[in-house]
């Protein structure tokens, strides 16, 4: 059989079931990321268990820093610290970073992206900024040229980030409801019926 496989048309491809389509059923699963890192991160980087966010193209990690003990004048200054603090992690843990991030790829089939947090203060390192592609008709177009007029967006694909930014942070307790009744039917169809 030739189908469409990850890399085009070729023995093996063929299209996937369920979610995601041939796109989806490429990828190896990661449902054991968090675990695989836990294992593989070093002691001491991190004061817990980092954040871990996966999905098709990219795995994002984390992770919280130890918190600052000196006394600052202002927020401001504890910021500029915090910030400071976080630079020098990226810098200290680059190479070692770059060599896990190598291992997770290979096994996972995703890019990693890196991240700190210390108080309020949160950076992502060289996060993936993926193409999506989608029609849209004329209403949807006009919303996203009033946007673009307006000035909150330069273009039609920022006004586009910014409305999907602007419903997951209205809606993420719905979010996190769907995409946990999205596990369990995963779950059910991996499981398949029991015709004992």
Known sequence: MVGRGRHGWGPGGGRGRGRGGWQQAD?????DAAAWFAGRLPDGWFTGPPEITVDREEIVIVG????LTEE???DAARSAA?????SRFREQTRDERIEIARQ???RYQRKVSWGARIGDTQELFTTQSVPVM??????ERRVLDTLVDAGVARSRSEALA???RLVGEHADAWLTELREAMAKVDDLRSQGPDLG
């Open 104 to 106: 997770a790829e290979h």
């Open 64 to 67: 919280e820093l130890p918190p």
């Open 82 to 86: 915090e910030s400071g603090r976080i």
């Open 72 to 74: 600052f004048a202002d």
């Open 134 to 139: 989608t029609r849209l008709r004329q209403p």
């Open 162 to 164: 910014w409305a999907v």
């Open 27 to 31: 990828l190896p699963p990661a449902d």
